[in-house]
């Protein structure tokens, strides 16, 4: 017959006492409520905002860089917050405008294998632990988009911003921008001939729902009617200009509107 004392004690874990983020599910939903909450708190108290996408791989010496950065300067000039994931390349390259401007450079970070430090040029930052909560606060951040060239990752935040604007998540009235004719030019071609015209993938109204251009003056004229038409909109709605938490957090789950495309 076995006695208690027979029976051998467990070691005490490393994670006993403290949240066992690594190992159990329950405890990862709990981590990922606090980044939504943490998340949304940041982006609702940025005003007039412009989020800005882009490679994290060109150099300072290339022409998308440096016409990033003058955006940025720009923007900030014309009293913008400007937003971007707080990398390097193109996201630097807004940071360091904004900077430049004295105007607000918001970084919202994540760590990443080739992205694993915020830009000098930020300055005011968050930093989030999961890819897909990062890109939910890059979605729901800004009252305008702008992308210049990059790679998947800038190509999977172009489609989602305009799903979410096709199926009423975000608002038509905020501008989506591709600045590069170079680069975007043929994909552009593809969306109409192919998507819209060939396939019927999409709607023809789809379409605008974008704008191409390498025109710096004609950015900020998109930007600013789009932010203005915003502003208006929610002060008839709310009596406010800016939305709270509870709002930008209702914009992302709210319904979607008319048919999936």
């Not at 990443?112 to 930020?122: A, F, M």
């Not at 951040?141 to 989602?160: K, W």
């Not at 979410?164 to 680069?183: N, S, Y």
């Amino acid at each position: 017959m076995s006695h208690a004392s027979d029976t051998p004690t467990p070691e005490p874990s490393r994670f006993d006492g403290f949240p066992d983020f690594e190992h159990s599910p329950s405890w990862r939903i709990f981590r990922i409520m606090s980044e939504f909450v943490e998340g949304f708190t940041f982006i609702a108290h940025m005003q007039r905002s412009v989020t800005i996408f882009g490679s994290a791989r060109l150099p300072e010496t290339h022409p998308s860089y440096q016409l990033a950065r003058q955006l940025g300067f720009r923007l900030a000039k014309q009293g913008c917050t400007v937003v971007t994931g707080g990398g390097p390349g193109i996201m630097q390259a807004a940071n360091q405008g904004a900077y430049e401007g004295q105007g607000d450079s918001v970084g919202i970070n994540i760590q990443l294998p080739h992205e694993q430090r915020i830009n000098p040029y930020v300055t005011r930052s968050t930093s989030l632990h999961y890819f897909f909560s990062r890109k939910v606060m890059l979605d729901f951040s800004a009252d305008a988009y702008v992308f210049f060239p990059g790679g998947y990752g800038t190509l999977d935040e172009f489609f989602e911003l305009l799903t979410l604007v096709q199926t009423g998540k975000l608002d038509h009235q905020a501008p989506i921008i591709m600045v590069g004719r170079d680069f975007w030019e043929p994909l552009a071609h593809w969306m109409r001939d192919t998507l819209a015209m060939r396939y019927r993938t999409v709607a023809p109204s789809d379409l605008d729902i974008w704008t191409l251009t390498d025109d710096l003056d004609e950015v900020l004229r998109v930007i600013e009617t789009g932010v203005e038409q915003q502003v208006a909109a929610r002060i008839a709605a709310t009596g406010r200009a800016q939305p709270t938490v509870e709002e930008k957090m209702g914009q992302a789950t709210r319904h979607m509107a008319g048919t999936e495309q």
